[in-house]
């Protein structure tokens, strides 16, 4: 296999599980995070569908994630006095297995961290393609060349603003914002909704949940002060348990705010960089993406494989595949769903919570999407082709 030496930009899901599939194909892989060390937090995410799941379990870690899985758990959504007004059944939120997303990445991590090398607290600043390579750039480590760079670096890519060009030009803003924090225990579990806003209190593993409608905000990601201050404006006068809530705020463990947006792009490669999960096809909170950042993954490093790590080949296959199966990404407004902006609207999508057929309609639908892909079996074709 040619193109071996591989640089992958982010350690959340999509970077380490591409990891562990690369090194399996004998590269050499490094992985770039920004963040000082592996990033924490976040709610459950889930895997759907026979194509995902047997991905996990052809990377040996479906039983480990069966092992941490949460949730499947029914919520209540409240009015301000704490009465049931629905019930969001948890095999809606939860597929067909769920793991905390900190879980998840903990574990892909463990898998490869003796196979790769990770770098933390650094980040790319500049991308140079040459005949045989690319020229790296870093914020902190000595330059360094790689036959390909993969950008796994989540939907304000990093790497997709170096190779294809900036931001405003590929993620479309979808009027919300949602922020996790980490508030402690005690607060109980529930959904509230008041037009355009949302607060879940998930139970005493899974951070406070908020979703608000909002113009588009200019803050820093870094900045977790600023991130505060937005949450605690955007809540003000909010009732039920949102008083108390907003007064744990300033002690809040972990605080993560972000737009609801989504990834529009045309093509995942350019020479030889290519782009992988959110990145390439996120849509915030659409339920998607941890399941196609394994099952791209998975692709990505399997075509590269079958093409003898012809890049050109491979990026192709893996573009043709994940094309269609990504497509699920193009639709759902999560900011609406779950933070409806008018009364009317809370009380239509409560009502839907409560026809069961219209649950059942809702989650052949999303079983459609998940299994919507015909997976090759990439480790036993490359082994063939090896031993031939
Ligand atoms: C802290 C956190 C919490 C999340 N919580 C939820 C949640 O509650 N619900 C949900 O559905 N999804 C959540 N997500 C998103 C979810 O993980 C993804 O939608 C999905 O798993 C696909 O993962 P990804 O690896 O493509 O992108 P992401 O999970 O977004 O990961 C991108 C990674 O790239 C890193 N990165 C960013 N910029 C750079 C840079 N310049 N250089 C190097 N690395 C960089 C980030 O720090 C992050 O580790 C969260 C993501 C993060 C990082």
């Known amino acids: 296999m040619k193109n071996t030496t591989v640089l992958i930009s982010g350690a959340s899901i999509a970077g380490p599980a591409l990891a562990y599939w690369l090194t399996r194909y004998g590269c050499a892989v490094t992985v770039v995070e920004r963040a000082p060390s592996l990033r924490p937090g976040g709610q459950a995410v889930d895997f759907k569908g026979e194509a995902q799941l047997s991905v996990l379990r052809r990377m040996g870690i479906l039983e480990e994630v069966r092992r941490h899985q949460t949730g499947g758990t029914d919520q209540d959504i409240v009015d301000a006095e704490g009465r049931r007004l629905a019930v969001l059944p948890g095999e809606f939120t939860g ?3 769920e793991i905390l997303r900190g879980d998840l990445s903990a574990l892909l991590y463990e898998r490869t961290a003796g196979r790769c090398e990770y770098v933390f607290g650094d980040s790319i600043t500049s991308l140079t393609e040459t005949a045989d390579g690319v020229h790296v750039t870093f914020e902190r480590g000595a330059p360094r060349t790689f036959d390909l760079v993969v950008g796994a670096d989540g939907i304000h890519s990093n790497v997709r603003r170096l190779a294809f060009g900036p931001e405003s030009d590929y993620v479309r803003f979808l009027g919300y914002h949602y922020a996790l924090a980490d508030l402690g225990a005690g607060l109980g579990t529930g959904m509230y909704n008041e037009p355009g806003r949302m607060v879940s209190l998930g139970g005493p593993s899974s951070p406070v949940f908020f979703v608000f409608a909002s113009p588009p905000i200019d803050y820093d990601r870094y900045d977790v002060e600023a991130q505060r201050r937005i949450l605690a404006d955007a809540y003000r006068g909010a009732g039920w348990r949102v008083p108390e809530i907003l007064t744990r705020l300033p002690h ?5 705010l972000d737009s609801i947006s989504r ?7 350019s020479g030889r960089v290519v782009l992988l999960g959110d990145a390439a096809y996120g849509n915030t909170l659409g339920g998607f ?4 950042a394994v099952v791209g993954a998975y692709v990505l490093a399997g075509e590269l494989a079958l093409a003898g790590g012809d890049h050109r080949a491979g990026f192709r296959g893996y573009e043709e595949l994940l094309r269609g199966y990504a497509k699920v990404t193009g639709k759902g407004d999560a900011g609406g769903f779950l933070a409806p902006a008018t009364r009317g609207r809370i009380r239509m999508r409560n009502w839907m919570f409560q026809r069961r057929f219209l649950l059942t309609l809702m989650l052949k639908l999303t079983d459609r999407f998940a299994t919507d892909i015909e997976l090759k079996d ?4 490359v082994a063939a082709s090896a031993a031939r």
């Open 95 to 97: 597929g067909d297995v």
């Open 252 to 256: 809040a463990r972990e605080l993560y």
């Open 263 to 269: 990834v529009h792009i045309d093509r995942y490669a």
């Open 289 to 292: 993406g941890t399941g196609l």
């Open 378 to 381: 990439y480790p036993s074709l």
